[in-house]
């Protein structure tokens, strides 16, 4: 059988969280992890040039003949995939199938919420897109009637420094979350809508009320993949199963390998690629 693992896909190295998750969750599958370091950040570029891209990174993946695609990145989920989805898949391989990290951490946010009262921590990016109040009220079922957001701009520079548990990250993890809930007091879930932001889940937790549930993208998608994959015999049938992953970025292979580590804790060989 032919090499055909599942596509990974970020614009750095935050969906690294979300790999870690996915390969805990189905350890026999085969994982391609394709970040896009050279041109990071997306959250700062237009939709067009987001969807550009994106749209780039999965005809790449389809060509190393991944037959799912897991964007493991907010802003791409929220300025492409629908997109990718509905556009483009129907000419270019309507039997792939290409998803994102946002419907998951949705459906799972209209599973544990009590009160209705939602608040997403995000890149600027991410909430200037207003994707996750849209689809909160559409996919829901009417469970959430409050959605606040607040943009966290320097949270991933905060990650990517190596600066967790410092002063300075403190200082700005304190803050933004104190400002949401000035936003809305009444908050009993909170979504990490970052992939970089569970390697700062310890000095979050600080500041969030012992009552409101934090939901994490990586462990969320992980469980709804497994789930998808039960339901779609067809497409797991084609995904090869022998342990491996592999790692591609499109920037320097020695700087990612280093970052790498950093997100998941251990060393990793990864091959640059240009698309």
């Not at 939709?47 to 802003?75: G, R």
């Not at 559409?138 to 990517?160: L, N």
């Not at 339901?231 to 790692?247: A, Q, S």
Request: proline share 4%.
């Amino acid at each position: 059988m032919t090499h055909s693992p599942i596509g990974v896909f970020d614009s750095g190295y935050g969906g690294l969280t979300v790999l870690k998750e996915l390969v805990k969750s189905l350890p026999d599958c085969d994982f391609l992890y394709l970040g896009d370091n050279a041109r990071t950040p997306y959250g700062t570029r237009s939709f067009e040039v987001v969807y550009e891209y994106t749209l780039q990174a999965v005809k790449y993946l389809f060509s190393q003949n991944c037959h799912l695609v897991i964007l493991a990145c907010n802003t791409a989920s929220a300025k492409a995939l629908r997109n990718i989805q509905q556009l483009d898949l129907p000419k270019l391989a309507p039997e792939r199938r290409v998803l994102g990290v946002i419907r998951p951490s949705i459906e799972k946010v209209a599973e544990i919420t009590k009160n209705g009262h939602v608040g997403v921590l995000g890149t600027v990016g991410t909430v200037v897109s207003e994707s996750y109040p849209i689809e909160l009220q559409k996919w829901s079922g009417g469970k959430v009637v409050s959605t606040v957001q607040e943009a966290c701009p320097m949270w991933v520079p905060i990650v990517e420094n190596n600066e967790i548990g410092s002063e300075g990250a403190e200082y700005f993890i304190k803050k933004n979350i104190d400002s949401i809930f000035e936003k809305d007091a009444n908050l009993d879930t909170l979504i990490l809508g970052c992939t970089h932001y569970p390697l700062l889940i310890d000095s979050i937790k600080k500041y969030v009320p012992v009552n409101t549930k934090i939901v994490e993208q990586g462990k969320i998608v992980a469980e709804k993949l497994e789930d998808y994959l039960a339901r779609h015999p067809e497409l797991n049938k084609k995904i090869t199963k022998k342990g491996k992953v592999e790692f591609q970025t499109t920037e320097s292979k020695d700087k990612f390998e280093n970052k790498a580590a950093l997100f998941l804790g251990e060393k990793v060989e990864a091959k640059h690629i240009h698309f």
